[in-house]
């Protein structure tokens, strides 16, 4: 005779008292109500009446029940942090810090959760994880995948809400805020008490081993399961497992008939859908903080505003610098090419003393504009547009006219001053000094930047952060919704911790993007204390394994706190791939940017090829940092470089629901130049219901041609083996059909990539 402790969450409908349903609410509870009242179906399995007795404990009724056959497994109560239900559940990912800090989704974005889910012994589990948003609600329910059965580790991709590409300033965004903030996943353990049963029955009928009492568990098993409330069965689908049940219990029927009866189409189906879930037992929620759209998912374009519409006069000869009005013209350049960022250098005024000149020389000319990153003067300091630039109000109507193309603002914010910044007078215990009294230039050896005074946040840090808090609610006003913060990390994390908490409390949509090309430890802490996207180190991988090397961990879990935004050239970076390599290398670097990461950007000049260093650095001659450029934009069509910019963000944006920062796979070629990844979601996390898959292969040998094998695991990809995948190059419109092993040539005088979408 079987013997069972029970509690108020108890899902055996025989031993449930209403005293012990009536003290619980949760969903185990109400399905014991249910099942309670399912009649006896059989003499075999019901024949007598349980005998329960009741023992007092100082906190719980606990019923002891003695009937024939089995007992379900309870879901036994967690009172305590750490305590184990009935099924264990343990090592819920992603969870960095111990929950501290949740990791980041942008609304709609596909995700995986993982989870280690066992019970005793060689009985069968099945998991489920349950989004609920900030409010409580349950917003998806899916189950979970058992990825590896040796380590009990399970999985499942979901989504928090569903993507949208609402602005700031759109009327609809209002419903889009109303969802973000901090949403929990739920792991679910259960016994699959129908999976273990046909398990043993299936090899007992097969050698006819205690045939009829395998044959009777198996209908008390779905009679039972008709009446769980939890299962949420219509009435069609209870009365289809209760006929089954009666077929089992036909004895005028084989063994192989009756079995059938629990193995149909139907039940297997249901199996699927809404198991019998014994045992039930959750892990503690895991937060993820669900971040508005373009957090993610973001297109950057970079210009100078001062270089667009710069003109050489005729009669002097000497360059005159565009405006915030003539900079309309950038910004019609990045609505043509499809990218919805703009980023903007510093637009304060620029300091005279120790003013740089061309090519980062010490002593400026008198024409000489100086870098952007000097900021302060006479005029004023962060919080004023150069006068050379124009007004505030020309600002103003600049975002304006960003915002009716469809475009975003991000402003940087260099947290530096020059040494005419107003700062320097009314706080001058901001700034550090040396022995002799005199402020230290800022430096990082043997570089030096004797236009800057950095800022010292030892002897004042609260009156720092209230400043430029105040600044950035400035610039929020006028149209502001991203800031591009440089050298975040030369500044203390804590700073911008409170920073950022403070703007993102009345300003919960803006976005934070940080310059910080250091150590690990310190990209990460940025990025856990608010800053939304980070650049990184993707300029300066360059061959098959350490991209792919790359790919994998800004995809992977990483990708839950610091989002990689990959940038082929900066006025900072110029590589050696970029100089050597003409436009196949241009092109082949902005196939990997725009699919190897959700976000991606481009400092503008690209698209004309500029690719000349200076010599000995990493970084353009003439750099944009230290003079204006002028640019002939009607040549930029030979190059064919805009185009593919285009062609590319257009792909984005047809298939957006590929894009996420963990759902990438590299595949496996056979050529060393030749780099292949994949990206996938499956059906039930898109809006429109079918799969969404992207293969992107790419020659990374700009000069040469190249032949590869590609080997795709088609299921994994929900993609049927018998029936093949039929793919078309959105680069190109050609159509193909992919098998397990594919044949690929790409040479650079005619494609440097394929970017491949799997028809459904």
């Known amino acids: 005779m079987s013997q069972l402790t029970a509690n108020e969450n108890d899902t055996n409908a025989a031993t449930v008292t209403e005293q012990t349903a009536a003290e619980g609410a949760t969903p185990a509870a109400e399905e014991t109500k249910s099942a309670k009242t399912t009649k006896p179906k059989t003499k075999t399995t019901r024949t007598r009446k349980p005998r329960a007795t009741k023992a007092k404990t100082a906190a719980k009724t606990i019923v002891v029940v003695t009937e024939p056959g089995e007992v379900p497994a309870p879901s036994l109560p967690v009172d305590e942090p750490g305590q184990f239900g009935r099924i264990n559940i343990m090592d819920v990912t992603p969870n960095a810090e111990r929950g501290v800090y949740p990791a980041r989704v942008e609304l709609g974005e596909p995700f995986k959760v993982t989870a280690q889910v066992f019970i005793e012994g060689r009985t069968k589990v099945g998991a489920t994880a349950v989004v609920r948003n900030a409010r409580g609600k349950e917003m998806q329910r899916l189950p979970m995948t058992c990825t590896n059965p040796g380590l009990d580790r399970w999985a499942v991709d979901l989504t928090c809400g569903e993507r949208s590409d609402v602005k700031p300033w759109e009327p609809g965004f209002a419903a889009v805020k109303r969802q973000l903030g901090l949403w929990t996943v739920t792991v679910e353990g259960w016994e699959d008490t129908y999976k273990s049963w046909l398990h043993d029955a299936t090899i007992k009928v097969e050698v006819n081993d205690d045939v009829e009492n395998a044959l009777a568990s198996g209908a008390q098993l779905l009679d039972r399961w008709a009446g769980t409330a939890d299962a949420h069965l219509p009435a069609h689908q ?35 859908t809404n198991p019998l879930r014994d045992g039930l037992s959750e892990s503690a929620p895991v937060t993820f903080k669900v971040e508005r759209p373009k957090s993610s998912f973001a297109a950057w374009y970079q210009f100078f505003p001062r270089s667009e519409g710069a003109y050489i006069d005729q009669e002097t000869h000497k360059i005159v610098q565009g405006n915030l009005k003539t900079a309309v013209a950038g910004l019609e350049r990045a609505k043509a090419e499809g990218f919805d960022i703009v980023y903007l250098p510093p637009i304060f005024p620029i300091g005279v003393t120790n003013r740089k000149g061309k090519n980062n020389t010490l002593v400026a000319g008198p024409d000489d504009p100086g870098s952007p990153f000097g900021i302060g003067s006479a005029e004023g300091g962060h919080d004023t547009v150069d006068p050379l630039l124009g007004t505030m109000d ?268 963990h759902n990438l796979t590299v595949l496996e070629s056979s050529d060393p130049n030749i780099l292949a990844f994949a990206r996938h979601t499956p059906a039930e996390l898109t809006k429109s219901g079918k799969a969404e898959t992207l293969i992107v292969v790419v020659n990374l040998d700009c000069h040469n041609a190249h032949q590869s094998t590609v080997h795709l695991e088609m299921p994994e990809f929900g993609i049927d083996p018998a029936k093949g995948a039929h793919v078309r190059d959105e680069l190109t419109g050609r159509e193909f059909d992919w098998g397990w092993d594919n044949f690929v040539s790409l040479a650079p005088w005619a494609d440097v990539a394929h970017v491949f979408h799997v028809e459904n």
């Open 238 to 272: 209870r009365k289809m497992l209760r006929d089954a049940a009666k077929v089992m219990e036909d004895k005028t029927l084989t063994p192989a008939e009756r079995l059938a009866a629990a193995t149909s189409d139907a039940v297997t189906e249901l199996h699927e």
């Open 394 to 661: 020309d600002f103003k109507a600049l975002c304006a006219k960003a915002h009716e193309l469809g475009l975003e603002i991000a402003l940087d914010f260099a947290l530096q001053c020059s040494p005419d910044h107003p700062w320097v007078k009314a706080h001058p215990n901001w700034f550090r000094t040396k022995p002799d009294g005199t402020i230290a230039f800022a430096e990082n050896p043997p570089k030096k930047y004797q236009d800057i005074y950095p800022i010292d946040f030892n002897a004042d840090m609260p009156g720092i952060e209230k400043e430029v808090e105040r600044i950035m609610n400035l610039w929020i006003d006028a149209g502001v919704t991203i800031f591009r913060v440089d050298n975040p990390h030369t500044k203390p994390v804590r700073f911008w911790q409170d920073v950022i908490a403070a703007v993102t409390k009345k300003h919960p949509e803006v976005l934070f993007l940080a310059e910080a090309f250091t150590r690990p430890g310190m990209m990460r802490a940025l990025s856990y204390v608010g800053f939304t996207q980070s650049h990184c180190y993707f300029p300066w991988r360059n061959t098959k394994e350490e991209l792919a090397e790359y790919f994998a961990e800004t995809n992977g879990d990483e990708g839950y706190y610091q989002h990689n935004t990959f940038w082929p050239t900066t006025p900072d970076i110029l590589t050696a791939y970029v100089r050597d390599n003409g436009i196949a290398g241009h092109a082949v670097r902005a196939v990997l940017a725009a699919m190897g990461s959700p976000s991606w950007g481009i400092y503008n000049g690209f698209e004309l090829i500029e690719n000349n260093q200076r010599p000995g650095f990493e970084e353009q001659i003439d750099n944009e940092k230290y003079e204006v450029k002028v640019r002939d934009w009607s040549v930029a069509e030979k190059y064919g470089i805009a185009k593919l910019l285009t062609s590319l963000n257009e792909i984005r944006r047809e298939h957006v629901d590929a894009f996420s920062y």
